[in-house]
């Protein structure tokens, strides 16, 4: 009987953590700031922040910092993450536009110009978290 409790306890505990959602946002380099995410539903919207599904900010942790949806995303999504070092609001950029924070997109996309909606999507699989990396 323990041991049922115990598997059902388990089974609630991961859906809560990985339920509806999660980013593992790793290679954090240190805790400053915050790590800003936008997630992006289709192509029209991909890069609008205005036009975002949904907009997440969460302290950033030396590491890895994980951060839940707040809402319930289904299919196919793009993900847009920036450690916003000095809590301006804003992914600072130098020559180019190049970023000079931590920056990435899902399925670990590292652009060679415009970014793609098609090229940074994942499908949303019920209780896998979506891993990125952050490029510094």
């Known amino acids: 009987m323990k041991l049922i409790l115990f598997f059902i306890f388990f089974l609630l505990l991961s859906y809560e953590s990985f339920g509806h959602g999660t980013i593992i946002v790793s290679g954090v380099e240190h805790s400053d700031g915050y790590i800003d995410v936008k997630i992006y539903t289709d192509k029209e ?4 922040e205005e036009l975002a599904a949904e907009t997440i900010r969460k302290k950033a942790t030396q590491g890895e910092t994980i951060i839940p949806f707040n809402k319930l995303h289904e299919g196919t999504i793009a993900v847009v993450v920036y450690h916003d070092e000095d809590n301006n609001g804003k992914l600072k950029t130098g020559f180019f536009w190049r970023p000079k924070e931590g920056f990435a997109f ?13 090229k940074a999507s994942v499908m949303l699989e019920h209780g896998v978290p979506i891993d990125i990396k952050l490029n510094y």
């Not at 590292?110 to 909606?117: A, D, E, I, L, R």
Request: glycine share 6%; no cysteine; hydrophobic share 20%.
């Open 45 to 48: 919207s991909f890069l609008k």
């Open 106 to 118: 899902s399925n670990n996309y590292t652009p060679k110009g415009p970014p793609k909606f098609k």
